[in-house]
């Protein structure tokens, strides 16, 4: 499995239900804030997505909460 990484800001729903969902399932992943550091929007902007939660993991990226893509990935 990929390391997955999902680029969240704060008071984002659908990034709450991601890193949620990922918790509930015993998936690790690495939570990159891009309010708290905002050098990597540009990284997210480059990878095509304007809007958070962005989930990353390996050749996979996609944006919002997405539970079958989620199931899929893990």
Same mark, same amino acid.
């Given at each position: #499995?990929?390391? *997955? =990484?999902?680029?969240? $800001?704060?008071? +984002?729903?659908? +990034? $709450? #239900? =991601? $890193?949620?969902?990922?918790?509930?399932?015993?998936? /690790?992943? @690495?939570? *990159?804030? %891009?309010?708290?550091? !905002?050098?990597? %929007? /540009?990284?997210?902007?480059?990878? &095509?997505? =304007?809007?958070?939660?962005? *989930? @990353?993991?390996?050749?996979?990226?996609?944006? &919002?909460?997405? !539970?079958?893509?989620? $199931?899929?990935? %893990?």
């Amino acid at each position: #499995m990929a390391k *997955i =990484t999902v680029f969240s $800001k704060n008071n +984002c729903m659908q +990034c $709450k #239900m =991601t $890193k949620k969902f990922l918790e509930q399932n015993h998936v /690790d992943f @690495e939570e *990159i804030n %891009i309010d708290e550091q !905002p050098e990597k %929007i /540009d990284y997210v902007k480059s990878l &095509g997505f =304007t809007a958070a939660p962005v *989930i @990353e993991a390996g050749d996979a990226v996609f944006s &919002g909460f997405q !539970p079958a893509r989620l $199931k899929a990935l %893990i």
